[in-house]
């Protein structure tokens, strides 16, 4: 996905649908690809990030969140396919906002949820 494709699902983005979200998400996602929303959603959230992030990165959280997406969530093992692809390509593109500090809340966030993290289930991001 393009950060152009992304910015179309900004309407779909709620701060309310997107804790929702991650409940659900969280067990069956995986801790990478929750750790990767998670990150997306404290760089949305950080007034530092600048507004030609956000609305990519609203984007792909408005996918995440919405019901229906290209491949159903519920398919097992390929249903998250392209909520992920829509996470890395956003990642990909607001790189350069993506700070220690965010990625250290969003860590503080899984070890929450999950207990104990390793840097080796974070990916590319750790």
């Known amino acids: 996905m393009t950060s152009k494709e992304l910015t179309k699902y900004e309407s779909n983005y709620s701060e309310e649908g997107f804790w929702k979200k991650m ?5 069956k996602a995986g801790i990478k690809t929750v750790y990767y929303a998670l990150v997306l959603y404290y760089t ?14 609203a ?5 995440l969140i919405l019901p ?3 491949i159903p969530d519920l398919l097992p093992f390929t249903g998250l396919a ?3 692809a829509a ?3 956003a990642v990909a593109f607001v790189a350069g906002a993506i700070t220690p500090a965010i990625k250290a809340r969003a860590r503080a966030k ?17």
């Open 87 to 89: 996470l890395i390509a």
């Open 82 to 84: 392209d909520d992920w």
């Open 23 to 27: 409940q659900k998400l969280a067990k």
């Open 68 to 70: 229906m997406d290209f």
């Open 44 to 57: 949305l959230t950080d007034p530092a990030t600048p507004a030609r992030y956000r609305a990519v990165i």
């Open 110 to 126: 899984l070890t929450d949820w999950f207990g104990s993290v390793a840097d080796s289930q974070l990916g590319d991001l750790a």
């Open 59 to 63: 984007g792909a959280l408005g996918y």
